[in-house]
Nanobody
């Protein structure tokens, strides 16, 4: 089973950039058959897929967030990262990294709360 762990600041000021990192163990980002995703859940709302990075480095973004989102990877550390620019309080959410297992479900990180507030 792949294990994922999100890390990053829990508080970001409005208009600044949110940066999170996902550290992966038990699986390899560069050789995975599946793309590695960032997903968030605002308070009281459902899950929102933000984007993903594939083993070849190709990236895919939600159309609604594409202009503000960047996903990258560090193969040497087996990590992938999320950057979300120009944040507002509406970006307050629990942020998850996740990857499909190939068995019809996903492996998820535990999630990290990010609050956007001055």
């Amino acid at each position: 089973q792949v294990q994922l762990q999100e890390s990053g600041p829990g508080l970001v000021k409005p208009s600044q950039m949110l940066s999170l990192t996902c550290t992966v163990s038990g699986g390899s980002i560069p050789t995975s058959d599946y793309a590695w995703s960032w997903i968030r859940q605002p308070p009281g709302k459902g899950l929102e897929w933000m984007g993903a990075i594939a083993s070849d480095g190709s990236t895919y973004y939600s159309p609604s967030l594409k202009s503000r989102t960047s996903i990258s990877r560090d193969a040497s550390k087996n990590q992938f990262s999320l950057q979300l620019s120009s944040v507002t309080p509406e970006d307050t959410a629990v942020y998850y990294c996740a990857v499909p297992t190939g068995r019809g479900d996903w492996d998820w990180g535990q999630g990290t709360q990010v609050t956007v507030s001055s």
